[in-house]
Every structure is written in structure tokens, then in C-alpha cells.
């Protein structure tokens, strides 16, 4: 849930404090679909915002894994607005995270990947683009 204390002068959600939470949202993400332990943002792009988040608001992320590299994997993360009393879903922001995973020395090393996580992952992401004429 989105608090007052998130608020910017224009009554909405600073995009700077999306795009951060997105991030630990990407590293969490990585971390459940291997046996890494860390992992780091190499890159971040396509991040769009599509409409405001507002105090009190509930968002939720949605992840798909769209690349599987040996060092690295590329996350697509959807970001939704969810208004429970009509049920309704919003999206609101959008963008491609790629996350390394490093060892102790911060340096790259292979994903060791949980493959029931990953299949888990797409299952969800093709299912949620197959629901989405209900959006608004």
C-alpha cells in the first residue's frame, strides 16, 4: 500500500521511489527463481510509467523471466494498482530489469536456476496477459 509519507507535490507516487521499489522487487525475484544468493542490477530500461499511484492505493508486481543468461537473467515486471472494492486492476508502471548474480567478491557467477520457479513464473505471466481484456 502506497502511504502519505510516499506522496510528492503532485499527489502522487515519486517515480523514483517506484523505480526503487521495482528493483527489490527484480532482486527478491531473482533470488526465488535460483540458488544465488545475491544479485545485482545491471541494467534497467523501458521503465514507463502509464498513470498515477495515489496515497492508499494497493499495488501489486508481476514478474516474467524473458531471458535466462549464464550469469544473468532479464525480468519484465508489471506494476498494477488493485482497488479492492470494485475489484478492478490499473496498470501503472513498466520496465525491464536485467539482475547479475555475483558470489561473495561481487563478482558474476552462474545462476544455479530453479527450474520449477521459472516455469511457475511464465505459467503466471502468460496466464495474467491471457486475463487482461478486464483492465482498465
Known sequence: MVLDMDIGLNAA???GDMMA???KVAGIA??????????????????T?????????IIEFHIGVTRQGRTS???QIEVEVYEP????????TSGEFVMVAVG????????IWKPE???????????????RPDRT
Not at 510509467?49 to 492505493?57: D, T
Not at 472494492?85 to 501503472?92: A, E, N, P, Q, T
Not at 561473495?104 to 545462476?111: K, S, W
Request: hydrophobic residues 45%; charged residues 25%; aromatic residues 4%.
Open 13 to 15: 507516487l515519486y517515480g
Open 21 to 23: 521499489r521495482m528493483d
Open 30 to 47: 531473482a533470488a526465488l527463481m535460483s540458488r544465488n544468493r545475491r544479485y545485482l542490477t545491471l541494467k534497467v530500461s523501458e521503465l
Open 49 to 57: 510509467f502509464h498513470s498515477p499511484v495515489r496515497a492508499g492505493e
Open 73 to 75: 537473467m532479464t525480468l
Open 85 to 92: 472494492i470494485s475489484d478492478l486492476r490499473r496498470d501503472v
Open 104 to 111: 561473495e567478491d561481487l563478482h558474476p557467477e552462474p545462476v
Open 117 to 131: 520457479m521459472v516455469l511457475a513464473a511464465t505459467r503466471a505471466h502468460a496466464a495474467r496477459g491471457a486475463s
